[in-house]
């Protein structure tokens, strides 16, 4: 157990739609990290959060948006849903806002478009 | 574009084996990390590299980074079936905070 957890474990939803991905990263841990992995695509990097802050961007379409709460949380919000979002969405925390930081995955959220 | 090259991308041995698997890049990182991927679960990080030339082992492994900080191995020895998994190399730049990640070994040891 990594100590990030994330809401829902599955996720079934149509193409068009809006879903929200949750997650909470380790206790004491300030940055969030969201990533998506498909199978022909690998672990794609999408986006960073650092204390409340946007830190990086990476492979993040405009249809998708995330934040981080005060409380640290963070959600992916993905919209106009696509039948190639389908994929596994994953959180990572991790103490500092540098790379060099080790970084905790969650269990992952897997989300099916239909 | 994957920046990351992993060779093999699929791997099936023997328990008992050795074996080694390529991380390769054009680009130069200034750390490096392999991560170890099961069924279902997110990846576990293995091992940070930072040092070019640096090797660090971990129990049956040992993973080796570039001279040039632009490739890295993982060598496994005496391999078991519980070193089953995707194995994940994740490069960071100086020049940006994104970490980019192989598509990754996957490796089956058989009993």
């Known amino acids: 157990d990594s100590g990030v957890t994330q809401t829902p474990k599955h996720l079934i939803t149509a193409t068009g739609q809006r879903v929200t991905l949750r997650c909470s990263p380790r206790?004491?841990?300030?940055?969030v990290y969201w990533y998506q992995q498909s199978l022909d695509q690998g672990l794609q990097f999408l986006i960073q959060y650092y204390n409340g802050e946007e830190r990086a961007k990476g492979n993040i379409l405009e249809r998708f948006s995330a934040q981080q709460f005060p409380d640290l949380h963070s959600e992916l919000n993905l919209s106009s849903l696509e039948l190639g979002d389908s994929a596994l969405y994953f959180c990572a925390s991790s103490l500092g806002s540098s790379s060099y930081n080790e970084q905790f995955f969650g269990p992952g959220t897997r989300l099916t478009v239909l | 574009t994957q920046l990351l090259e992993q060779s093999p991308q699929f791997l099936s041995i023997q328990e008992g084996e050795n074996l080694t698997v390529y991380c390769n890049s054009s680009?130069?990182?200034?750390?490096l990390q392999w991560y170890r991927q099961e069924p279902g679960e997110g990846p576990v990080l293995l091992v940070t590299v930072v040092t070019g030339g640096e090797v660090k082992k971990l129990k049956r492994l040992t993973f080796q980074f570039g001279d040039a900080r632009k490739d890295s191995s993982l060598h496994i020895t005496a391999a078991q079936p519980g070193d089953t998994g995707l194995y994940l190399c994740a490069g960071a730049s100086d020049n940006n905070n994104d970490m980019r990640f192989g598509a990754g070994t996957r490796l089956t040891v058989k009993p």
């Open positions: 680009s130069v990182f200034s750390s």
């Open positions: 206790s004491g841990d300030l940055s």
